[in-house]
């Protein structure tokens, strides 16, 4: 299943904690970690300063807990232990799933499903509280949708329109037709 990674599995940039001013990355591949380090500094002894790396592998990576505790005080505890987990084989392979790919399969969940999976993640949050996903959930609830409930799940997204019932559904509707043709009426 690994042949199915890139061969970046990760990459972070980032800065040192104040007050340094030194840049950082971190590169994980399928068999290295790769750290690199630029030194930004007024100061005249740091100015000649040259760019450093370290590259270890997944296992020497898991046994060096200097550059672990560098890694935690730059990029932080979380960024940490994701990279224990790469390191260890244990990859995320639904997150690596397209936006497309993923809304085609959010669709088939239940709406309590919908509901979890949106509080997993920010990226979750975002696709299942998508208009494309909410659109598709109301085609398939409803025998047909008019150029009105069109309009109006433009100006209030598909999520709500899926929501609001049946009558209140057709009062926006009708403010939307009165304001429409008030607006008409001025313009002529």
């Given at each position: 299943?690994?042949?199915?990674?890139?061969?970046?599995?990760?990459?972070?940039?980032?800065?040192?904690?104040?007050?340094?001013?030194?840049?950082?990355?971190?590169?994980?591949?399928?068999?290295?970690?790769?750290?690199?380090?630029?030194?930004i500094?007024?100061?005249?002894?740091?100015r000649?300063?040259?760019?450093?790396?370290?590259?270890?592998?997944?296992?020497?990576?898991?046994?060096?807990?200097?550059?672990?505790?560098?890694?935690?005080?730059?990029?932080?505890?979380?960024?940490?232990?994701?990279?224990?987990?790469?390191?260890?084989?244990?990859?995320d392979?639904?997150?690596?799933?397209?936006?497309?790919?993923?809304?085609?399969?959010?669709?088939?969940?239940?709406?309590?499903?919908?509901?979890?999976l949106?509080?997993?993640?920010?990226?979750?949050?975002?696709?299942?509280?998508?208009?494309?996903?909410?659109?598709?959930?109301?085609q398939?609830?409803c025998?047909?949708?008019?150029?009105?409930?069109?309009?109006?799940?433009?100006?209030?997204?598909?999520?709500?329109?899926?929501f609001?019932?049946?009558?209140?559904l057709?009062?926006?509707?009708?403010?939307?037709?009165?304001?429409?043709?008030?607006?008409?009426?001025?313009?002529?």
């Amino acid at each position: 299943m690994a042949s199915w990674l890139p061969e970046t599995l990760f990459e972070i940039v980032g800065q040192g904690p104040a007050p340094s001013k030194d840049y950082y990355q971190l590169l994980i591949t399928q068999t290295q970690i790769i750290f690199r380090w630029w030194k930004i500094s007024l100061r005249s002894e740091y100015r000649s300063a040259k760019p450093g790396e370290t590259k270890e592998t997944h296992e020497d990576f898991l046994e060096n807990s200097h550059l672990q505790v560098q890694v935690a005080l730059i990029f932080g505890a979380k960024i940490l232990d994701y990279v224990f987990n790469l390191c260890e084989g244990k990859f995320d392979f639904l997150e690596r799933l397209s936006d497309t790919l993923l809304l085609k399969i959010i669709y088939f969940l239940d709406l309590e499903d919908v509901a979890r999976l949106s509080q997993t993640s920010s990226r979750f949050a975002k696709l299942c509280k998508s208009d494309s996903l909410w659109e598709q959930i109301v085609q398939s609830a409803c025998d047909t949708i008019t150029p009105d409930m069109r309009a109006l799940a433009k100006d209030v997204g598909w999520r709500q329109v899926f929501f609001t019932n049946k009558i209140q559904l057709q009062r926006q509707i009708r403010r939307k037709r009165q304001r429409q043709a008030k607006q008409k009426e001025k313009h002529t």
